[in-house]
């Protein structure tokens, strides 16, 4: 098990200074974006593509500093109505899989996506409850249109030997881990979560029982490490379904936190547990989106929590047991 970096806060400096910065804080994996949200600024997908010179230099420079790809990263919506933004979503995780597999990258981490409440509809439309009944009519026709777009986008992951890792987000149909499954049995074993567990916080989802849960399926295969601290006092007037911008952090029921500012060393150990005893021992890919504190300092600080509570060695024969 290692610590590593989604390296999008770093997007200010070339990916030579963002390696070297990184590697020098102990960290031997990094999590890019090649599109999407996430940008391209250290891994511009077009340019690496196909670019056998330009992918040899990309690993020389991670091989000085003894450092590993864990995920290429492009979180978007595929399943938008608007047919040119579903387009653009699906030629970046296409793409961004085909380089996965040139760079010998083992997910691509991204969003299940989010169609619309209807064939005529304009803008997504996250449905949390089946009524009134045309709510659950509209649930139904998200979930043919997600099935239909993700059994055959599984067999082209398959194809190129990638799995492909959903984070379970709300505002897109893989919100929850029962929502992940549900993906992941009717298309494929290919569709695996990235499972962080800063969405699940605030839903009021055990992330312990979670990652057991997806553990005995198989299905994580990659994680994000992110914290979110629920405000008690702001929660109990207006819940925790907050359209508050998230600059406005007094006003929001939660918010984003650096590791260990949203829940303690001890929960982070027990975090680090259940995955080995899932079967995970992988990355752990800090995402740093705490808008109290700036990207590096937040880095920083999630870095010494994390050391602390990963494993570095295998446990071995309990030989104390026999």
Request: aromatic share 6%.
């Amino acid at each position: 098990m290692h610590v590593g970096v989604h390296t999008p806060p770093l997007a200010d400096e070339s990916i030579d200074d963002a390696v070297a910065y990184l590697s020098e804080r102990g960290i031997d994996a990094i999590e890019p974006g090649v599109g999407g949200h996430p940008g391209e600024d250290h891994v511009e997908r077009e340019a690496y593509l196909d670019d056998e010179e330009a992918q040899a230099e990309l690993r020389s420079l991670l091989e000085g500093h003894e450092m590993e790809i864990s995920a290429l990263a492009t979180h978007n919506n595929p399943l938008h109505p608007d047919d040119e933004r579903a387009e653009r979503a699906d030629t970046h995780l296409r793409e961004g899989i085909r380089l996965a597999a040139q760079l010998e990258v083992d997910a691509i981490t991204c969003f299940s996506g989010l169609p619309a409440g209807g064939p005529n509809d304009e803008v997504p439309n996250w449905i949390t409850a089946p009524w009134p009944p045309e709510q659950a009519e509209a649930l139904e026709y998200q979930w043919e249109v997600a099935v239909e777009y993700w059994d055959e986008l599984a067999e082209y992951a398959d194809d190129h030997g990638v799995d492909v890792a959903i984070e379970m987000h709300p505002n897109m149909l893989v919100s929850d881990p029962h929502s992940m499954l549900r993906l992941r049995e009717e298309t494929g074993d290919r569709i695996c979560t990235n499972f962080d567990p800063s969405h699940l916080y605030w839903q009021g989802i055990s992330v312990l029982d979670a990652i057991r849960l997806l553990g005995d399926h198989d299905a994580i295969a990659h994680v994000h490490a992110k914290d979110t601290r629920i405000y008690d006092a702001v929660a109990r007037e207006k819940g925790v379904l907050d359209t508050t911008p998230y600059p406005d952090e007094p006003n929001r029921s939660w918010i984003f936190r650096t590791v260990g500012y949203g829940h303690d060393t001890s929960h982070w150990k027990d975090v680090v547990s259940t995955l080995r005893m899932a079967g995970y021992d992988g990355a752990l890919s800090i995402e740093h989106e705490d808008s109290l504190l700036s990207s590096r300092e937040g880095l920083e600080k999630a870095i010494a929590l994390l050391e602390e509570a990963i494993f570095h060695t295998q446990p071995g024969d309990a030989e104390w047991a026999e």
